[in-house]
């Protein structure tokens, strides 16, 4: 089975700052890849996915990330935060008929 | 916004008691999934379908079942709730099995 680990589950972070949020994964099988964002009492919504292609995907609001094959990762980075980027963004595998979402990790932006 | 609804959005019910939530799309795609999402745990898949009828177990299925009689509904089963089923549960649907899925706004239940 595929599993999801999203290395920490708080980071806070100054308005303006850039931001890393870690996502580590491991399967047997050719993977996709995709980052989330929840905002409070709200579904999840698709920033960003890897199906192939260039390792590096950008997504919606600013923000991109990275696929690393060798390293299994797929961090999200944001050069410059805003207040409403506070949210729980998850990150997500598919493949070989089994997905998984990661614990989430909650962003807190503070001015 | 992609037009899924789940209904009930919130639901209070006693243990023993049977459960049904309802998704509803209308964006014709064909595969289903139910998740719930739990502090420290994100999202499970409890039950996914690719089509009328054709449905599978995700991670948690157990004492959950589901059914999907048309394209456009899915329903979630809890024949018997139990407290450890107090969640907030979450629809989605795609176009395809290793796509992004659009999620429906979710339903909190509470099992006393």
Known sequence: AQSVTQLDSQVPVFEEAPVELRCNYSSSVSVYLFWYVQYPNQGLQLLLKYLSGSTLVKGINGFEAEFNKSQTSFHLRKPSVHISDTAEYFCAVTGNNDMRFGAGTRLTVKP | ?112
Request: negative net charge.
């Open chain 2, 1 to 112: 916004d992609a037009g899924i609804t789940q209904s009930p959005r919130h639901k209070v019910t006693e243990t023993g008691t049977p459960v049904t939530l309802r998704c509803h799309q209308t964006e014709n795609h064909r595969y289903m999934y139910w998740y719930r999402q739990d502090p420290g745990h994100g999202l499970r898949l409890i039950h996914y379908s690719y089509g009328v009828k054709d449905t599978d177990k995700g991670e948690v299925s157990d004492g959950y079942s589901v059914s999907r009689s048309k394209t456009e509904d899915f329903l979630l089963t809890l024949e018997s709730a139990t407290s450890s089923q107090t969640s907030v549960y979450f629809c989605a649907i795609s176009d395809s099995l290793y796509n992004e899925q659009f999620f429906g706004p979710g339903t909190r239940l509470t099992v006393l």
